[in-house]
């Protein structure tokens, strides 16, 4: 059985930099479709960033060119690197595994099978 464990949320001021991870725990790594998604106050949960097994990334737009998926599996890890950080990127920042698939990655919310407990993260103008 799989479960995600986030880190690296926090406080920064606009145009900051945050580096957040998702380490898999309890089965093998399996490389397959992984996502990060975050969730603002009052707003639904919508997708970031997701990456396939064979590595190929997406973006929403409103993080293309600043947002970097990417995953390490000897490390067994997820990884969200923020650029340019504005306070709309604030929000709780959550990793997503869809167990079902390894490419052509789905995107909504629903997809995905397992979750994480959720990182904070908090830009301030």
């Known amino acids: 059985q799989v479960h995600l464990e986030e880190s690296g949320g926090g406080s920064v001021q606009a145009g900051g930099s945050l580096r957040l991870s998702c380490r898999v725990v309890?089965?093998?790594?399996?490389?397959?479709?992984m996502g990060w998604f975050r969730q603002a106050p009052g707003k639904e949960r919508e997708g970031v960033a997701g990456?396939?097994?064979?590595?190929?990334?997406a973006y929403v737009n409103t993080v293309e060119g600043r947002f970097t998926i990417s995953q390490d599996s000897a490390k067994r890890t997820l990884y969200l690197q923020m650029a340019n950080l504005s306070p709309e990127d604030s929000g709780m920042y959550y990793c997503?595994?869809?167990?079902?698939?390894?490419?052509?990655?789905?995107?909504?919310?629903?997809?995905?099978?397992?979750w994480g407990q959720g990182t904070q993260v908090t830009i301030s103008s």
């Open positions: 309890g089965d093998e790594f399996k490389r397959r479709c």
């Open positions: 997503a595994v869809d167990i079902d698939h390894y490419q052509h990655c789905r995107s909504k919310v629903d997809d995905f099978d397992v």
């Open positions: 990456i396939a097994g064979d590595g190929s990334a």
